[in-house]
């Protein structure tokens, strides 16, 4: 069965937080490349409209991991429900799709 791939979208309310996650996914190797972005988002939450600096958190995966990097994303977030979106990668570069793989690669357990 060919490899399959995805990006995880994320966000994160400090850079330094969202800088933490990403170390922590790319150390596990749940993740190949983690793009960070300082952005403003506006959202509902409790029936107020709310708008707040926030974090971005691009992450590249093997479709895989998701379920592991879902509960790492998780278990640091501040967030009571933070967001965790999958892309499904229909096609990619070869060479970089092949470097994703080898980047995420680990031993298997015994």
């Not at 969202?18 to 596990?28: H, M, S």
């Not at 939450?45 to 991991?65: M, P, Q, S, V, Y």
């Not at 278990?75 to 793989?101: C, F, N, Q, R, T």
């Amino acid at each position: 069965m060919p490899e399959t791939f995805a990006i995880v979208l994320a966000t994160a309310a400090t850079e330094a937080k969202g800088r933490d996650i990403a170390v922590a996914a790319l150390e596990a190797r749940l993740a190949a490349c983690v793009h960070m972005h300082p952005i403003t988002s506006c959202y509902v939450w409790n029936g107020a409209l709310c708008e707040e600096r926030e974090t971005a958190l691009a992450f590249k995966i093997r479709d895989e991991d998701f379920a592991a990097l879902s509960a790492l994303i998780r278990s640091m977030h501040d967030y009571e429900i933070p967001e965790i979106l999958k892309i499904a990668v229909a096609d990619g570069d070869a060479a970089y799709l092949e470097w994703l793989a080898r980047v995420t690669n680990r031993p298997a357990p015994c």
